[in-house]
């Protein structure tokens, strides 16, 4: 093996790799994470697959034939809280939101939202909240909830 004394191989090799996890973790963002399938009118969550303080994306097709991207979350206070990956204001970007700590910030126009108001405050750039409840061990969330949304998730890709 050649050594290369200009370090250019390591700096390319850095980069490959950085290029690979970036791509990853857009995949997982842009794809949803996790497609459900609904059963007898709701999706369900196992409360263990969410219950670390991160936000988890899941996607499940509305009736109307959208694909509907979502996010869970348990919050610091101990709340699982849900809401479409958009807002009012910028869901035509089809952006979305990242997690930063205990905000959910909008990928589009970089407001921060703290993630214990969701389902609390909505309207304007707020992440749209779903309704949810806890049955047993899952969290679930009726289609009917979801298909009354899924116009927020029609930009889209």
Known sequence: M????TGKNKVSGLIITAFFWLISGLLLHGCGGNTLTPEKGFVEIPLTKIN???????????DGGIMVTFFVLKTA???FRAAIDSCDVCYESGKGYVQEGDYMVCVN??????????NVIKGGCNPAPLAREIVGDNLLISMQTINSNSWYCRFKS
């Open 2 to 5: 050649k050594i290369d004394p």
């Open 52 to 62: 670390d303080g991160k936000a988890h994306y899941f996607k499940v097709r509305a």
């Open 77 to 79: 206070d101990g709340v």
């Open 109 to 118: 126009c970089g407001q921060k939202f703290a993630s214990d108001k969701i």
